[in-house]
């Protein structure tokens, strides 16, 4: 893979290689090599991957690799390499952790720490801090974290034994592994990952939703409750303003004195106190003094006010409006005569006044921090947004429940810094094909842009396209025949002969969850389902995430026993994202349908006109783009490395059609023949039978060697190498 | 006075009688069953004596006959197979004559179970799990080839010398997932339905919804009937499970409240495996609010429409149903989760997730197994098939050899081709081709598998007679050397065990396939099988006779 090196020295990349054939480690060592060679110009790996046991699976095989090398040198090397995640995962304290969601350990964790709860400890010994972090800062600061590798438990055990709080055990480490968010999104990345350097490679991994993450972390949705609990905080913030001008008015003039003369830096140091950040990107903040109209924190109390209650006015429509930014403002300022740049500094002041206030529940002020981060949002930004506010559900239009959706739609706004910072970047994932679109909607000039396939000493994936049933009925989940009977029968037979000669686990993919529920009711009344349970036991993933751990560990714990179990789950899902099925976990997958987004979204009718606009995507070609990353990215999930082997359905005729086909992986479609594009029901299950016996046979090392296994003679023999320079050549 | 006489007879035998039951017939004969402290006997009428008697230890269960039927019937089937059927004939009472008999019984037999002959329980418990040895057993024994002594003479002795420990830790059976899609229902013709349930059913029911059981043991028999509860049963919406509102007064209806209560538990219990725990799963902060479709306003239960939530409760359901599927499997034993897995013990990395971190390829590792020399065969098929044994009737001598081949030399040396006699080039060529594959003298000698000529039933039955000869071979070859009186007399007992079941096993297939027009000698194997055996046997009986004489 020597696409690599060039990349290296100037410019950005895009990858795709299957998972499991060594993506990670290949990555990893070439940068490791580069960075060893040549440290001035390579100074840190950034790793950014999407789930935490990715993560941590990342920062194993840096362990690996960590120690070929002290073993093949025979000297210690002095690398820092360690896994960062939010404090839910990373804290010890006895108390904070054993909270189940990371707002509400934030919450705790703050205040427990921040610099004016200290100050009271200090006074008054019984009140609660954590001793984790005393002790951190009391001795931890000054010694350094000794070189080596850390995964996050590791980080836990460093701190657990040392006594300091491993969250803030922070960090010169040659090697950064964490998710994208932390570089991806403002309000974090401010805090964590600000003083990176230029000459560091940033390496996105798993990296085929980026633009929904940008996008993700620029939006903001409000609705009636957030607003409800929004004049609560206001209300909070007035009656301690009140109370405060009592006890200690000194405190709240010190502040304005800051914003006078803007020195808002001058306070921030203290780390635990940096509780929020701002929600824009860096380099649009303004370097000004906050403007008078707001200085005061009663003034800005009732700026707060007149805002919400402007909000509330335009959430009591009856009809669905779309307006963009500017609009808002011009609107806002006619209506209740505010300005734009009050609105921008909107953030930061807040955040300004939580910390005078010394308000120990941050968490509980989230509705307030989302309503002047939107303000300050859509005061910042006039192209690339739009603003939505629809009364009403569509599906049920009778219930009022209105909510303003203010959602960006061109995700290069978010990781446009990124690109400008860092001298290279790597997108990477199993599944990116097309290549070319995404250095179109992420606007970007790669100097590489490959995709490889797996070498295989056997064929071990199976893609079938089954576009009939034993009938000829024609398969598709597209909306005309989806709630056909003898669609929804086909599809039901057809998972039922798989659940007969697959061994062990299938995952089955929907549309979506409404589809699922509609064909599962369908497959019930038809009596399907029991046929299915004669076979295999039967779970189904809901919307409810715990629920859907719980249904996963059983159906792993199925397919273990030998049991076997079949798992119907949702294309864009939780599980299609983020579980993978190794081995007897997955022996097939089928894919019922294309699994196209909700078009009738308006949130994704803006963005798709703005990409047709602003990138010359047209609308079909970004829609089936979407569909087919995700199609992949669910039969992606059985197969994870070369000695896996599945079986991948896609049960729709549509996927026969070239321009489906096509935005396929190039190391599935590869294995696409001909005689595979419209198969029925039981030619399926002909094909399936043979392959299953077939790879169920004894698969041993000395088969796959000098082809996906070289030893280190042939990898230096001169044949070997003229090979593999024809392959990279092709590719 | 006859009867009494013969009576006190038998009582002098201390035998108490528990219940007398007059008029039953037992093989259309009229008489009466005696229900004694250890073994039920059954008389006929103005006979002294009883022509049928059971140890209640022999007698492995009893049947009745269904309600409603005319003959009211019970049937005691025994550990050897056998079985008994009495009918009561007395008109008025024969109903409650049988209850009474099948009550007592039911008393009885499960104390004499356990004193049962441990070795006719071990003997039946080694039938029931291994159906070759069953099929064997019937061929054998059954049909009365050899007796079932000969048949377990040398079984058991493999029984203990095993571990005992690995029977009584029997792997427990699991449930079928689909075990209420079994129980079709049926239209009885006058608009009502009915369900076959059969104790299987009845016991997975139970192992998966406790709550129904405890709700069984509640109600049954004090409130209900069991007919009325399982009618209930299925009557009720807990059984339909696509309906969500549950009646109040319907008594399943706390049942699906625990169901729910027990789903929540799980779930809220969460997952012990981190890799696989949805909510951990991604380290992102962005709060609510943020994110473009950040309000999912449908999981809310207010504005789902009926039909929805419908839908939910069935997947609901199937979720549950699964997940206590599977742990009624596998409830016994790792019910404990004792590998500190959970969330607030985390003091030592989960060790799951550590495997699961730190797998490897196999392959990539480096092998340091000590280098073995690898075998090296110059004839493999010698290898294979081993020394081959001298046979006494075919041994040539030296001298024979060297005569042959001196022979063979001698003709080789006056050979002369005669070449105005070999064929002509176009009939050598019609030749050949008439004898390689395809051709029409090859066409018998082409290798069809077995297993494509045969029917399968008839396959069915040659293995069966394979494994037959080969049980009775086995105990006939196992006689020599035969050095004792005793297994003198064994040969000569298989000897002819092998020509009975040469007679009345392997006869009647071979005509049976002659019928069939199955032209491949499938049996001559077996055949040969035998012969072998009879003509050892004949060298050791000329021998045996050779030395008395």
Not at chain 1, 640 to 658: E, H, S
Request: proline fraction near 4%; charged fraction near 25%; glycine fraction near 4%.
């Amino acid at each position: 893979r020597d696409e690599l090196p060039r990349l290296l020295d100037d410019g950005h990349g895009v990858l795709e290689m299957p998972s499991g054939t060594g993506k990670t480690i290949s990555l990893l060592s070439l940068i490791v090599a580069y960075q060893r060679a040549f440290p001035l110009e390579v100074t840190k790996l950034i790793y950014c991957s999407r789930t935490v046991p990715e993560i941590e699976k990342v920062v194993e095989e840096l362990r690996k690799l960590m120690e070929f090398y002290s073993k093949q040198t025979r000297e210690s090397n002095n690398f820092l390499a360690l896994a960062l995640s939010s404090r839910r995962n990373l804290c010890i304290h006895p108390e904070v952790s054993s909270l189940r969601f990371g707002k509400e350990v934030d919450g705790k964790c703050h205040s427990l720490t921040a610099s004016y709860i200290r100050a009271q400890h200090h006074s008054n010994p019984s009140f609660p801090v954590c001793q984790f972090y005393e002790e951190f800062d009391a001795v931890g600061r000054q010694v350094p974290l000794p070189a080596g590798i850390y995964n996050l438990d590791d980080l836990k055990d460093f701190g657990r034994r040392k006594g300091w709080c491993p969250y803030y055990l922070i960090l010169h480490a040659n090697i950064v592994v964490y998710s994208y968010h932390y570089l991806l999104d403002p309000k974090i990345a401010d805090l964590v990952s600000k003083e990176l350097a230029k000459k560091s490679v940033v390496v996105f991994d798993e990296a085929h939703n980026i633009d929904n993450v940008c996008i993700d972390s620029m939006s903001v949705n409000i609705t009636r409750r957030t607003l409800d609990h929004c004049q609560n905080n206001v209300d909070t913030l007035h009656n301690t303003i009140h109370k405060i001008k009592e006890t200690d008015a000194a405190k709240l003039k010190e502040e304005y004195r800051r914003l006078v003369e803007g020195l808002k830096e001058a306070n921030v140091a203290r780390e635990t106190d940096v509780y929020l950040s701002n929600p824009v990107l860096p380099d649009e903040i303004l370097q000004e003094a906050v403007p008078g109209t707001i200085r005061t924190a009663e003034h800005f109390v009732g700026f707060l006010r007149r805002f919400l209650e402007y909000l509330k006015s335009r959430l009591r429509v009856q009809h669905v409006i779309q307006e963009s930014a500017p609009q808002f403002l011009k609107d806002i300022y006619d209506k209740v005569c505010i300005d734009r740049k009050p609105l921008r500094f909107c953030a930061e002041r807040l955040q300004s006044l939580l910390r005078t206030l010394e308000i120990t529940d941050i968490a509980d002020f989230s509705a307030a921090t989302l309503i002047s981060n939107f303000a300050t949002l859509v005061s910042t930004y006039s192209q690339g947004f739009t603003i939505i506010i629809e009364p009403f559900e569509d599906r049920t239009p009778t219930i009022a429940n209105p909510v303003l959706h203010f959602s960006c739609m061109d995700p290069s706004i978010a990781i446009k810094p990124v690109f400008q910072r860092f001298q290279s970047v790597i997108i990477t994932s199993g599944t990116l094909s097309p290549l070319d679109i995404y250095p179109r909607i992420l606007d970007f000039h790669p100097v590489t842009m490959a995709s490889f396939t797996m070498t295989l000493a056997r064929t071990c994936l199976c893609p079938l396209i089954v576009g009939r049933g034993n009938d000829q009925v024609a398969l598709s989940s597209k909306f005309e025949t989806r709630e056909d009977f003898a669609v929804i029968r086909n599809y039901g037979n057809l998972l039922m002969e798989m659940s007969a000669i697959v061994p062990d686990g299938i995952v089955a993919f929907f549309t979506s969850y409404v589809y699922m529920e509609n064909i599962v009711a369908s497959w019930y009344e038809q009596g399907i389902l029991e046929n299915i349970q004669r076979n295999k036991l039967i779970f189904i993933e809901t919307q409810d995430a715990a629920e859907t751990s719980m249904a996963l560990e059983k159906y792993q714990e199925a397919c273990e026993n030998g049991r076997g179990a079949i798992l119907l789950s949702v294309a864009r899902g939780k599980v299609s994202e983020g579980i993978d099925f190794v081995h007897h976990f997955g022996r097939a997958v089928i894919m019922f349908g294309v699994p196209y987004v909700y078009t009738q979204s308006r949130i994704l009718k803006a963005r798709l006109e703005y990409l047709r606009d602003q990138f010359q995507i047209r609308e079909n070609d970004f829609l089936t783009f979407d569909a087919m990353r995700h199609a992949a990215q669910c039969v992606g999930r059985a197969i994870r490395g070369k000695t896996d082997y599945g079986l991948m359905i896609f049960a729709d005729k549509r996927y026969a059609r070239a321009d489906k086909r096509g935005k396929l992986p190039r190391w599935i479609q590869e294995h696409i023949t001909d005689g595979s594009l419209n198969l029925t029901v039981d030619e399926a299950v002909q094909l399936s039978k043979h392959f299953l016996r077939q790879m169920a046979q004894p698969f041993r090392q000395e088969d796959q060697l000098g082809l996906s296994l070289l030893t280190l003679e042939q990898l230096e023999s001169e044949e070997m190498l003229q090979k593999i320079a024809q392959v990279a050549h092709q590719t | 006075v006859h009867f009494l006489f013969s009576f006190r007879a038998m009582a002098s035998l201390s035998e108490e009688v528990l219940l007398v039951v007059k008029k039953v017939r037992q093989r259309k004969q009229d008489g009466t069953l005696y229900l004694m402290a250890e073994r039920i006997a059954w008389g006929p009428e103005g006979k002294d004596r009883f022509t049928v008697s059971h140890l209640y230890a022999d007698i492995r269960c009893q049947k009745i006959s269904p309600d409603g039927k005319a003959k009211v019937q019970l049937q005691l089937v025994l550990h050897s197979g056998e079985s008994t059927t009495f009918h009561f004939a007395n008109e008025s009472t024969a109903l409650k004559d049988r209850e009474a008999a099948k009550e007592l019984l039911q008393q009885l037999l499960p104390k004499f179970k356990k004193k049962a002959n441990k070795e006719l329980e071990e003997k039946n418990r080694m039938l029931q799990e291994d159906p070759v040895l069953f099929q064997l057993y019937k061929d054998l024994v059954v049909s009365q080839v050899i007796s079932a002594e000969e048949f377990w003479a040398n079984r058991l002795g493999g029984v203990t010398n095993t571990d005992p420990a690995q029977y009584k830790y029997k792997q427990e059976v699991g449930i079928s997932g689909a075990f209420l899609a079994d129980i079709r229902p049926q239209t009885d013709g006058c608009n009502g339905l009915r369900y076959n349930l059969t104790a299987d059913i009845i016991e997975s029911i139970f192992r998966t919804y406790p709550a129904v059981k405890q709700k069984y043991n509640e109600n049954v028999p004090h409130n209900l009937t069991e007919k009325e509860f399982w009618t209930r049963f299925f009557q009720s919406h807990y059984f339909h499970r696509d309906r969500i509102n549950t009646g109040t007064q319907d008594i399943f209806s706390e049942c699906a409240k625990q169901d729910e209560k027990g789903l929540k538990s799980m779930v809220v219990q969460g997952v012990k495996n981190p890799l696989v725990d949805l909510l951990s799963l991604e380290d992102k902060t962005l709060d609510e609010g943020y994110g473009v479709c950040g309000a999912q306003p449908s999981t809310s239960n207010s504005n789902r429409t009926v039909k929805e939530s419908s839908n939910y409760a069935i997947i609901k359901r199937f979720n549950h149903h699964s997940a206590m599927v599977l742990a009624a499997g596998s409830r016994k034993g790792e019910t404990s989760s004792t590998d500190g897995n959970s969330r607030d013990s985390d003091f030592f990395q989960p060790p799951v997730k550590k495997v699961k971190l730190q797998e490897e390829y196999e392959d990539l590792q480096q092998e340091n197994r000590p280098k073995t020399v690898p075998l090296n065969l110059k004839k493999s098929d010698r290898y294979a098939h081993g020394p081959v044994p001298l046979q006494s009737q075919q041994y040539t001598t030296s001298q024979d050899i060297i005569n042959s081949v001196n022979y063979i030399q001698h003709e080789m040396a006056n050979y002369k081709p005669n070449l105005t006699q070999v064929l002509s080039s176009t009939v050598a060529t019609s030749a050949i081709s008439a004898l390689s594959p395809g051709g029409v003298l090859m066409q018998a000698g082409a290798q069809q598998a077995i297993n494509q000529m045969v029917p399968s039933e008839v396959q069915g039955e040659l293995k069966h007679l394979y494994v037959a000869a080969g049980e009775l071979l086995r105990h006939f070859w196992s006689c020599f050397p035969v050095n004792t009186p005793f297994l003198e007399e064994k040969v000569i007992k298989m000897k002819s065990n092998l020509e009975r079941f040469q007679l009345t096993k392997l006869r009647p297939f071979q005509e049976k396939i002659q019928r069939q027009y199955l032209s491949t000698n499938l049996t001559g194997h077996l055949e040969e099988m035998l012969q072998t055996a009879y003509n050892k046997f004949h060298i050791w009986q000329t021998r045996r006779m050779m030395r008395k004489t």
